[in-house]
């Protein structure tokens, strides 16, 4: 039973955290441990890459039906539901006698880190307010942080001393931690009036959006042209139209729509999906780089993928402080600009020097990231009543996994296209370039080499000269973000001839100034947003 005594909110803010550590370790563990697997259990490079595929296709399709179960069924009961389901899976992973088996389990792995993660999450949103609840999401986020960065050092120096299945007990043992923790510290929900899921608009909207991941994710392999893309993607845009037309229909929607018309719920998921591009594509492809190109061992990657983590052990709490002085809006736009400054000096060093010379771009890309990292769970509870939390969350944390699948996708097609191109320069036509590229892409560079008959030298100099080039792209998309985010987040809005502008008090509520007036809206003591409506002039 939960304990009423004065450590049960400190315990469970604890709980949280630990559930909110899982989630790095389920991507940084395995990405480190993928040489190992295929050694051990003989899968292919396609076959190894959808033991991180997997995870993330379940986790972001189940993430926003997840936040709508603890809103009706309630956070205790989905919280301990989904860690039992995690370490259950982990556990299975941890024995699996083929690499099939464990990309199945991964699957089952993200549907209950996704269904733990969403109510450790939305169970915060009613416990704390304002700046107390900026610096409770600022925590949290240095939580994630401490498993990026150490994760890959863990799975490394795990892998140095026993073999992959210890990276699993680990993580699962984790997870028990957790479920002790909710079990004796978060109390039951009080009872709801609504109590009933669209079940509907869930089925339609987790396989539209299991579709178009699945797509997005067999590109790389494939090839955009393939029906294995092009039918998963039609499938999901007919299901994403269906999943709209409920919406509109239905008197509980799972995602209430007029969500969107708000700039600053808009600005808090494009804010979701940046770190995708910017930060987890190279937490998943650099270690293959280092492992499989540049020929580290698995213990010297991870010490190498520490510097590009670390910083977000301490820039989350950096930006939590700074935003009582700087608006949320310059603090993520200063954090993408350091972020492509990084990405560009990445690029520059990378191949042409030795560890030292690349600590220090991955430490300022880190850096960058941080500062967003640090704001954007808590925004993305302040853009919303606490009744919606458990929606509110749901969707946050659906677009910034999703976006993993998207992002890791997207960058590996572009970095095989780009592979191919450099090697259509130098080769015949008729030689399979684009299938070698593929290879190269997905970290096959033996398999590649047979494709085209021998050419490893060339091979190797297009995919770094490739992958320099998906740096630097990447770094333009970081200062297109850098520009978009503050107009949403500060943009003017006009209703009713009255121009309003949004700010901030000190206890971090929203306060709307229009004309003459101004209304301010809070949270009383309930947990109930409020309002308090001073005298205003409105003309029609």
Known sequence: MPSSSRFSLPLQVLAACLTGLLIPLCFTGPAVALPALGAELHGSAAALNWVVNAYILSYGSAMMVAGSLTDVLGRRRVWL?????????????????????????????????????????????????????????????????????????????????????????????????????????????????KGRLD????????????????????????G??????????????????????????????????????????????????SPAFLFIVLIVMLPGR???????????????????????LLVPVLAALLSRW????????????????????????????GTAALAGPLLLIGAG????????????LSVVDTGRAGMATGIFNTVRISADGVALALAGAL??????????????????????????????????????????????????????????????????????LPYLLRKKERRLGVEAVEHRDKDGDVVAGAGKGRCRVGHGHSGRAVAQVDKAEHRA
């Not at 954090?335 to 191949?351: C, I, P, Y």
């Open 326 to 353: 700087i608006s949320a809006g310059m603090l993520c736009a200063a954090g993408l600009l350091l972020a492509a400054a990084g990405l560009a000096w990445l690029a520059q060093v990378l191949g042409h020097g």
């Open 199 to 222: 079940w509907p608009g869930a089925i339609s909207f987790s396989a539209a959006l299991g579709l178009l991941t699945l797509g997005m994710l067999l590109a790389p392999e494939h």
């Open 81 to 193: 539901a989904g860690l039992a389901l995690f370490c259950t899976a982990t556990l299975a992973i941890a024995v699996a006698p083929s690499v099939a088996w464990i990309a199945a389990l991964r699957f089952v792995q993200g549907l209950g880190g996704a269904a733990a993660f969403a109510a450790a999450m939305s169970s915060l949103a009613p416990l704390f307010h304002g700046a107390a609840r900026s610096r409770v999401m600022s925590v949290l986020g240095t939580t994630f942080g401490l498993g990026l960065a150490f994760g890959p050092l863990a799975a490394g120096a795990m892998l140095a001393l026993a073999s992959w299945p210890a990276i699993f007990y680990a993580t699962a043992a984790l997870g028990a931690i957790g479920m002790l923790l909710v079990w004796c510290n978060v109390p039951a929900d009080p009872p709801r009036g």
């Open 290 to 312: 280092f492992i499989g190109i540049d020929g580290m061992s698995a213990l010297a990657a991870g010490r190498l993928m520490v510097a590009l983590a670390a910083p977000l």
């Open 369 to 380: 990231i941080g500062l967003p990292w640090g704001l954007m769970d808590g925004m993305a």
């Open 224 to 273: 955009w042209r393939s029906g294995a893309v092009l039918l998963p993607v039609a499938a999901s845009v007919l299901l994403f139209f269906i999943f709209i037309r409920i919406e509109r229909r239905t008197a509980q929607p799972m995602l209430d729509l007029t969500l969107f018309r708000q700039r600053r719920f808009v600005a808090v998921q494009v804010l979701a999906a």
């Open 415 to 484: 970095l095989a296209g780009l592979i191919a191109a450099a090697l259509a320069r130098q080769l015949p036509a008729d030689l399979p370039l684009l299938a070698a590229a593929s290879r190269a892409a997905l970290g096959d560079m033996q398999q590649a080499t047979q494709l085209l008959g021998g050419h490893e030298t060339l091979l190797r100099a297009s995919y770094d000269a490739a992958f320099r080039q998906l740096l630097n792209g990447l770094a333009l998309l970081a200062v297109a973000l850098a520009a978009l």
